[in-house]
């Protein structure tokens, strides 16, 4: 006799194919809150002081002057998250990502002329990302002098 789910009583019974599961990346360093530097840190280095904070959560930060279309600064923290993926991208995009170090620690910077830089830092399987942009504004700052900047007070904030 067959059972209502179908089969029969010889007991062979189809197993599932085995997966593979990635293993979840071990646990990495904390970044802080927009990577441990403060609303005022950002300002003094992109030399505006009026950039507001419109953005802040758990995993980054974004502070914008004139709207969406205008200056910014953003911090990102990418957890488990190959940083290759993101400095490739930068390269389609324009922004040929040039190797770095910061804090002993490699990582890539892209930019577009004085307008536009960001840097981002590897810390085994995670990494955090700085970007500056001054749209169509003059720069009142070198870019990637300001994206090096917070990124270096990042890391020499990690715990």
């Known amino acids: 006799m067959l ?6 009583s010889s007991g062979d019974t189809a197993q599932p194919a085995p997966t593979t599961a990635r293993a979840p990346s071990p646990l990495g360093p904390f970044f802080g ?6 609303d005022d840190e950002v300002k003094q280095a992109f030399a505006m002081p009026d950039l507001p904070v419109i953005t802040r959560n758990s995993v980054g930060c974004v502070w914008e002057a004139g709207g969406p279309l205008g200056p910014s600064v953003s911090f990102s923290w990418y957890r488990g998250s190959p940083i290759g993926r993101e400095a490739a991208g930068s390269g389609l995009i324009g922004r040929p990502p040039e190797k770095i170090e910061i804090d002993g620690h490699p990582g890539f910077r892209g930019s577009l002329g004085d307008q536009l830089c960001e840097i981002g830092v590897q810390y085994g399987d995670d990494f955090f990302h700085w970007s500056v942009t001054y749209a169509d504004f003059p720069p009142t700052a070198d870019a990637c002098d ?3 900047h917070l990124a270096e007070l990042t890391a020499s904030r990690v715990k």
């Open 33 to 38: 809150e927009c990577g441990n530097v403060s």
């Open 3 to 8: 059972s209502a789910c179908g089969g029969d």
């Open 146 to 148: 300001v994206a090096r």
